[in-house]
């Protein structure tokens, strides 16, 4: 897939105890224009919260299927927070 406009995503994530949690994007772009509510995303800050790869007009990551990891909720949850700990 390339780097122009992506579809609206759903994603489903399975835990453990078998509850299901789907989350339809809607691109309303709220993800990206706040950024400065985390320090982990600090160096995508442009400097007033939204991202440097954020395209205002389309509402879509201009860098979508190159993002980092912790825009990327699927793996980003598989690789830190799907271990048995994390889990209730
Ligand atoms: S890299 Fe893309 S998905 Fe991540 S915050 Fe920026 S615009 Fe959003």
Redesign the pocket.
């Known amino acids: 897939m390339g780097e122009g406009p992506q579809p609206v995503q759903t994603l489903v994530v399975q835990h453990a105890s078998s509850t299901s949690i789907v989350f339809t994007c809607t691109k309303c772009g709220l993800?990206?224009k706040n950024?400065d509510k985390s320090m982990v995303?600090a160096h995508?800050d442009r400097g007033d919260g939204?991202?440097?790869?954020?395209?205002s007009h389309s509402h879509?990551?201009?860098?979508?299927s190159s993002?980092?990891l912790?825009?990327?909720v699927d793996d980003f949850y598989e690789q830190n927070l799907s271990a048995p700990e994390f889990i209730e």
């Open positions: 993800c990206c950024l995303y995508l939204t991202c440097i790869n954020f395209d879509i990551c201009k860098i979508y993002r980092p912790i825009c990327r």
